[in-house]
């Protein structure tokens, strides 16, 4: 349910909060749509309960929450649910919207951390070398392919996200320098190392790209009629790939991002460095990845050594 089609009330305090996210507290757009949604949900909740935000009592968040369980929503999706409302509550508590925080002794169930899906070196390859444009292929296929090329060396090269490769212009990119100026995360800026692959890659894409419909965008990547491609048309792009050269893989954008990561840790990088490069803020988020290394490891071990 969209926020206009709550009461006014409710609709009001979710504007109000949604503002002192992104102004604020500098959060992503997305993530900022999250907390709408998802308070969105809840409210909708309530007022089947005539109750509204400001009104809502400990057992009813309760309600909520065994609702979407009932409904079969996964613990990782309830949990995000959960922490929107302890951010909401503090934040109307903060500000004399509630008398109380009904959510401060709410639960969040546990969720199992999983190790994120990493390449091989080879399969990584594969997969960023795999758009290539077909003998006789018309010139703006040909310019497609140089494009999706592009996209993918940047997220595995470069290791960025895939909102950060949609949102790049043309004067973020230094190709003398070999560097990228993204806006990640909470809208903070950082400046990445261009490889040689992704350079060449850029490079060729920006030669032909007037070979599509030429706009007047500024963003680095346009589809055929001259317009910004979004993140949705990257993923389908990272999926179409994946399935023409690696079958029966699930891979997404972050795959490759997660690729970039653990392959720089196995190469001997710096988890400090590393951090830095993925626009992390807590070396926390990037410890993970030496998980996955690790594991790597001892696989290697148990295939490789005769006392294993």
């Avoid at 409210?43 to 057992?59: D, G, I, N, V």
């Avoid at 009904?102 to 070196?121: A, F, N």
């Avoid at 995360?185 to 030669?207: H, N, S, Y």
Wanted: proline fraction near 5%; hydrophobic fraction near 40%.
């Amino acid at each position: 349910m969209q926020a206009r089609d709550l009461p006014k009330p409710d609709a009001a305090l979710i504007q109000a909060f949604a503002d002192h996210l992104a102004l604020e507290r500098h959060l992503a757009a997305s993530t900022v749509d999250a907390y709408r949604r998802d308070l969105a949900q809840l409210a909708a909740f309530l007022r089947r309960t005539r109750r509204e935000l400001a009104t809502a009592r400990l057992q009813d968040l309760r309600r909520f929450l065994a609702q979407l369980t009932t409904l079969g929503y996964a613990r990782a999706s309830i949990a995000r649910r959960v922490g929107a409302t302890h951010t909401f509550y503090r934040w109307a508590n903060a500000r004399g919207v509630t008398e109380s925080d009904p959510s401060s002794l709410l639960g969040r169930p546990k969720v199992v951390s999983r190790l994120p899906i990493v390449l091989r070196v080879p399969e990584a390859a594969a997969l960023v070398e795999a758009p290539d444009a077909a003998e006789g292929a018309s010139d703006a296929d040909a310019a497609v392919a140089a494009r999706d090329r592009a996209i993918l060396e940047l997220m595995y090269g470069s290791g960025l996200r895939v909102s950060e490769v949609a949102g790049l212009t043309i004067e973020r990119v230094d190709l003398d320098r070999g560097r990228v100026s993204v806006i990640g995360k909470g809208d903070k800026e950082r400046e990445v190392p261009l490889g040689d692959p992704a350079r060449d890659a850029v490079e060729a894409w920006l030669g032909v790209r007037d070979v599509l419909e030429p706009g007047t965008c500024d963003e680095l990547f346009t589809n055929r009629r001259g317009r910004p491609i979004g993140p949705r048309d990257i993923r389908r792009l990272v999926g179409r790939y994946a399935g023409a050269t690696l079958s029966g893989r699930r891979v997404t954008p972050h795959t490759l991002r997660h690729s970039f990561a653990t392959h720089l840790l196995e190469g001997g990088a710096d988890i400090r460095a590393v951090q830095e490069l993925l626009g992390h803020a807590s070396v926390a988020t990037t410890q993970r990845y030496t998980h996955v290394s690790r594991t790597r490891l001892f696989d290697a071990y148990q295939r490789s050594h005769p006392r294993a």
